[in-house]
């Protein structure tokens, strides 16, 4: 087994499950703008726990994606050219949500306040489908043929386990954003987090589990089984924190199901980065798709630098704004006018 393309393979892991963690309350938060808030009061608490951290959480997103590229640049080609259609749909639903949570305090009437919430909501809960689906199809499959080229039609990604991947992803979004609103609110949303999490957590978390099934089904290996076992408990360990109210350990175990869950799903396809659904022969592994040594040793270089200082930099943002809110620290809305 080649040391680089292996390091690379755990590295890229490692950025699309930090991506996940931290950009799935957001989404969730996004999604409860409509799905839960019931006044213009409570929407404002909501969108201010997201507001310091929101586009720095996104950066995971464009970092996974360009350490993909670089280090796998046939693995890039071939899941984003023949998944074009939902990485359409997803960036139009990233965009969509950045702008309306740009434009929402500038919005000058109650009406177009409520477009700008259903926008981010559609939006965020959108874009976690999309990007659900195009993880879970990079792990059970597209019809590759032996130049890595997607054959059929423009919809030959469709699958079940490519709709189950989308569920995944939305349900563990709405967990994790009423997670993050119970470390991060006082008042109705820690309240509305509180019965929602008792009660509903294990149907949030469903679709992610029979996810990591379907994948651990494939292959004969022990661990990966083991690894969903340790998801399924830390998933427990979330439920019964939600239950004594322990905002922050919730928090933590639903970020551990995630890791172990994830860690179980990688290493099942390991070596294999895309398999094909044509023929094994046809897969991409993390050998015969990633850039030449040199490029990788680079970027290792790179990578063992710069990685540290941007987790200490989040840490930091996260310290700094660590306080709860209540509707009482929101103030009044004002007219703005235009110049």
């Known amino acids: 087994m080649e040391f680089l393309p292996t390091f690379w393979f755990i590295l890229v892991a490692v950025l699309w499950v930090g991506y996940l963690f931290l950009d799935g309350f957001d989404l969730g938060v996004g999604m409860l703008m409509r799905g839960w808030a019931r006044n213009e009061s409570q929407r404002r608490v909501i969108l201010n726990t997201i507001g310091p951290v929101w586009d720095g959480n996104e950066v995971w997103l464009v970092t996974a994606a360009g350490a993909t590229f670089a280090a796998f640049p046939l693995w890039y080609a071939a899941l984003f050219a023949g998944l074009y ?11 969509l949500r950045a702008v309306s949570i740009e434009y929402r ?12 919430d259903w926008c981010m909501a559609g939006g965020s809960a ?71 999490l008792t009660r509903w957590l294990p149907l ?15 292959q004969d290996s022990l661990i990966p089984w083991i690894l969903l076992a340790l998801a399924l408990a830390a998933a427990l360990g979330a439920l019964m924190a939600a239950q004594l109210r322990r905002e922050g350990w919730t928090f933590i175990a639903l970020g551990a199901s995630l ?22 022969a046809f897969n991409l592994t993390a050998m015969n798709a990633s850039s030449s040594e040199y490029t990788l040793n680079f970027m290792a270089w790179v990578a063992v630098i710069m990685v540290p200082i941007i987790l200490a930099y989040s840490a930091f943002v996260y310290w700094v704004f660590r306080q709860r809110l209540h509707e009482t620290h929101i103030p009044e809305s004002h007219v703005v006018t235009p110049v």
């Open 85 to 95: 259609i939902p990485l359409t749909i997803t960036l139009l639903a990233l965009i």
């Open 105 to 116: 305090g500038k919005a000058l009437t109650a009406r177009n306040r409520d477009r700008w």
């Open 126 to 196: 959108v874009a976690a489908f999309s990007i659900g689906l195009m993880l879970a199809v990079s792990t059970t499959g597209l019809p590759l043929n032996a130049n890595g080229d997607r054959v059929g039609g423009p919809f030959a990604w469709l699958s079940w386990e490519g709709v189950v991947g989308g569920l995944a992803v939305v349900g563990f979004s709405l967990a994790m954003g009423w997670a993050y609103l119970g470390l991060k609110t006082d008042g109705a949303p820690r309240e509305a987090a509180h019965r929602h």
């Open 204 to 218: 949030y978390l469903l679709p992610m589990g029979a996810w990591g099934v379907a994948v651990v089904s494939r």
């Open 259 to 280: 890791l172990t869950g994830a860690a179980g799903i990688f290493l099942a396809v390991f070596p294999v980065v895309l398999p094909s659904t044509i023929d094994p």
